[in-house]
C-alpha cells in the first residue's frame, strides 16, 4: 500500500478507554456526541467501544452516529482458547457492528502462561485466526498488542512473533501498546524502530499509557522511530493515569514535526472548542494550564514578560495562538507593569495615553489590592471595572448603604431529625435621587443577598432586562492567610452568566465572607449593566 512516509493516522480511544476513567460514565447519547465531535476534526478512527460489554455500547452501536470524515472503529478481543474463529460469539459480534474491529491479544509471554493459563503457540494461533477470520467480514482489521513493551524487553522474540501473526494474517495496523504506562521514550524509540526493520512502519501502531507522565512524548518518540498511527484520547482521559493526549498530539505533529495527520489547519482552529466540548460534557472545569488549549497556554503575567510579547509575541510564544483556537491573554496581577495595563486596555477597547499619570496609579493600586488579596488575572471583569473607574469611564449604577442578614435554623418535629435553614437579606440601596429598602429569603445568606438586591434593581426600567439575564454559575470561597495567621482574609470569586452566553468572573476580599460576597456580587452587576450599554441613574 502506497502512503506518504508523512501521513500519520490517528485513533481516539477516547469513548472505550476514556470511559475506564475513574468518575467518568458516559451515555449513549455523550458518546454520540464526542464521535460527532471527532468526525468534525476528521480523526481517521473513532473507537466506538465493546460491543457486547455493557448496556451503553450495545446502544450505541445499535443507533451509530452518521460520520463524515471518521470511520467508526468495534472494538473486541481474539478469539477464546479451545474454540474456533467462526464458533466465538465475541468475534460474531465484532464483525456485525461496525465495518472496521480493533482487536486486543497477549504478547508479553508472562501474561500468556499467568494471565490466560495456555501455551505460547496456542495465543499465537488465537491472534493469526482471529485475524483472517474477520479480515473476510468487515473492511479493516488491526490488532492492539496489550503489554507489547514489557513482552519485548522480557522475550524479545516472543513479542515479535505475536505482532507478525497479526500482521501476516492481514492486519492493517499492529499496534504496540505500552499497558502499564512504564516506558521511557529513548526506550519506545529503539524498539519501535526494531518493530519497523520488521514490519512496514506503514502499518505500525503506538498506544501509550501516561503512567510516567510521558505518553505524549512516548507517540512523538514512536512516529519519530516510524510508526504511523497514533492511538490516543481527548485531553488525555483514561484509566489510572491516563492515555496519550490527542490534543497535545495532533498540533505538535501538525506544526512542529510536519507531519500530515488528515487534519486541515482550518479544523485546527477548532481543536480548543472541541477539547472544551468534552469537558463540559463531563461537567468539568477544562484545565486552565493545558497545553495548546488551555486558558493559560497563551497567558502573560509578568510585566517583563508582556513588554516582550508586545514587541514580538514570538519571545514567549512557540506558536500563534489562533492556529489552535485559542488566544493570548494579558493577566493584571502584582507582578503588573505598565506593559501589562496598556495591553489589556486595548483588549477592552479603552484607548488611552501610554504616558498618562492614571496608568501608574492604576499599577500601584493593583499591586496593592493584589497584595490584600484580590487576584484580577482570574477576575477580569473586576479588573475591567477597576481601570474604567480610573480613566473616568464608568458611573455608579446603585449604591448599597446598609445590608443584614440573617441565618435561622428551625427544628420542625419533636425528634430534631427534620431541619429548614433559611437566610434572609435586609437591603438598603440608592438609586438616582431614590431610596429602596427590600428583604428576601435564599437558601443561603448569598443566596439571599443576591435575591434583596435584584428586588430593587428590577424595579428600575432601565436596569430590568440586564438584571434578569444574570445567572450565577460557579461560587468560589478561599481563605488567605497572612504572616502569622491572624490576619486571615476571604477572597470570594464570582463567575456569571448571561442570556448570550457571555461569561464574567469577578471578585471581592474581606475579613467578612458575606462582604466579600457581596463586592463579587456588586461587580457582577455593574459589570452586566456596563456591557449592556444601561445608562447610569446617577448624576
Known sequence: MKMSDKRVYLYDSTLRDGQQTQGVDFSAADKTAIAKALDELSIDYIEGGWPGANPTDDAFFANPPKLKNSKLTAFGMTRRAGRSASNDPGLTSLAQNAPIVCMVGKSWDFQVTEALGIELDENLAMISDSIAHLKSKVSEVMFDAEHFFDGYKANRDYALAAIKSAYEAGARWVVLCDTNGGTLPDEIFDIVTDVCSQIPGSHVGIHCHNDTENAVANSLAAVRAGARQVQGTLNGLGERCGNANLISIIPTLMLKMGYDVGISHDQLTHLRRISHILDERLNREPLRQAAYVGDSAFAHKGGLHVSAVEKNPTCYEHIEPHLVGNQRHILVSDQAGRSNILARFRE?????????????????????????????????????????????????YFRVTSFRVIDERRWVDEQDEQVITMSEATVKVVVGDDQFMSVAEGNGPVNALDAALRKVLLTVPEYRDAVEQIELIDYKVRIITRGDGTRAVTRVMIESRDAEGNNWATVGVSTNIIEASYNALRDSITYKLFKSGVRSQHA
Not at 492614571?358 to 496593592?368: D, Q, S, Y
Not at 490584600?372 to 477576575?379: H, M, T
Open 348 to 396: 477592552i477597547g479603552v484607548e488611552v495615553d501610554p504616558k498618562s499619570e492614571a496608568i501608574g496609579k492604576l499599577v500601584e493600586t493593583v499591586k496593592r489590592r493584589e497584595f490584600d488579596g484580590y487576584a484580577y488575572d482570574g477576575a477580569e471583569a473586576s479588573f475591567e471595572l477597576l481601570a474604567r473607574k480610573a480613566m473616568g469611564e464608568l458611573d455608579r
